[in-house]
Nanobody
Framework: QVQLVESGGGLVQAGGSLRLSCAAS????????MGWFRQAPGKEREFVAY????????YYVDSVKGRFTISRDNAKNTVYLQMNSLKPEDTAVYYC?????????????????WGQGTQVTVSS
């Protein structure tokens, strides 16, 4: 079993930055693909980014490309999401997730473990 705990959310003005962190328990962290998802009120959960096991490959949804960066530190069992040039439409609860089977996917149903989420609010 893997436990994921997100932190770093908050309220920021449009154009600002936040860095989200997700700390994982357990010794198998480096073997998981790690993803970030978000869910705005009244909307479905949306894929944001994932990073493969050794951080060599990353993948982003088009709406965040060039603004968000996903990274991981396997020695610290932590994955990060650096968010720059934030927009009001980025407002959502952000979740990190761990996938122990695939080589990377944007399909949230493929992820095995989830954190509790952290709120990001971007004011205009």
């Amino acid at each position: 079993q893997v436990q994921l705990v997100e932190s770093g959310g908050g309220l920021v003005q449009a154009g600002g930055s936040l860095r989200l962190s997700c700390a994982a328990s357990g010794r198998a962290f480096s073997s998981y693909v790690m993803g970030w998802f978000r869910q705005a009120p009244g909307k479905e959960r949306e894929f944001v980014a994932y990073i493969r096991r050794f951080g060599i490959s990353t993948y982003y949804v088009d709406s965040v490309k060039g603004r968000f960066t996903i990274s991981r530190d396997n020695a610290k069992n932590t994955v990060y999401l650096q968010m720059n040039s934030l927009k009001p439409e980025d407002t959502a609860v952000y979740y990190c997730a761990a996938d122990k089977k695939s080589s990377g996917t944007y399909d949230y149903s493929e992820y095995d473990y989830w954190g509790q989420g952290t709120q990001v609010t971007v004011s205009s």
